[in-house]
């Protein structure tokens, strides 16, 4: 993105900070624990897990557009860390503990 000084009119080019993905560890918590814990619970397979919790979280809709699914994958390393605390706050709300994630060494 470009910007010009308003006082000096100096321009100058403003970067996007690099998107950090999320760890093999976050990953893992999630497919695991977030993802598999209420899977088991419901008799779903995880990828069917997985889906609902995009329906609940990441569904955008755009007016006269069809409803659509955001991929994870695309999130931010902090939308990704609201995502899971959504999911896991749904399971403590239908009587699923999903438990803390390990501290990172």
């Known amino acids: 993105m ?14 996007a900070p690099e ?3 999320r760890t093999n560890l976050q990953n893992r918590y999630y497919w695991v624990s977030v993802v598999g814990i209420p899977a088991e619970h ?7 897990m997985h889906d609902a919790f995009k329906f ?11 409803d659509t699914l955001r991929s994870t994958t695309t999130l931010t390393t902090k939308e990704f860390s609201d995502y899971v605390e959504k999911c896991a706050q749904w399971c403590a709300e239908q009587g699923i503990l999903i438990p803390e994630p390990e501290p990172t060494p």
């Open 2 to 15: 470009k910007a010009i000084c308003p006082q000096c009119h100096f321009n100058y080019e403003i970067k």
């Open 19 to 21: 998107r950090t993905p």
């Open 42 to 48: 419901f008799g779903y397979l995880p990828e069917e």
């Open 56 to 66: 609940m979280y990441l569904k955008m809709q755009a007016e006269g557009k069809p």
